[in-house]
């Protein structure tokens, strides 16, 4: 992962060995960028959330605690208007809660692949099993 700061004009190199910024893997699937933190999705091994202000990261995957994620294998992660995070992988669909800074599994949707999120006409689309869904929010 390399990351231009538009500030300095430098580009940094992220990886599993860099300091103090790092990632937990270099097969990365997803990134959304939201405020100053950069959410990164891996394939296996979770996800990283870079805060690009401070230097730091934080590394979550499945662990086996009730608010952790439940699949390492993240391939979408989106950041709507009113500040919720989703993340889509090859079984479930989360919600990341700051407030327990930990995830809910998204119950309309659990069970199915989630291959990207986005949002379009007001409405969060999320594209599940080759197929596009709709989801009021």
Do not use: M
Request: with cysteine; net charge neutral; proline share 3%.
């Amino acid at each position: 992962l390399n990351y231009y700061d538009t500030h300095t004009g430098v580009f940094t190199h992220i990886s599993e060995n860099t300091k103090p910024l790092s990632i937990s893997f270099t097969n990365i699937q997803c990134l959304n960028l939201s405020d100053d933190k950069l959410w990164v999705g891996t394939f296996s091994k979770g996800i990283d959330v870079l805060n690009l202000k401070t230097g730091q990261c934080k590394h979550y995957e499945r662990n086996g605690q009730p608010n952790s994620i439940q699949n390492n294998d993240i391939f979408a992660i989106y950041t709507d208007s009113r500040n919720t995070t989703w993340i889509g992988s090859t079984t479930q669909t989360y919600i990341y809660d700051p407030v327990i800074d930990g995830f809910q599994v998204f119950k309309p949707l659990d069970g199915d692949f989630i291959s990207d999120i986005f949002r379009r006409q007001k409405r969060i689309h999320l594209v599940y099993n080759l197929q596009w869904r709709n989801c009021k929010v």
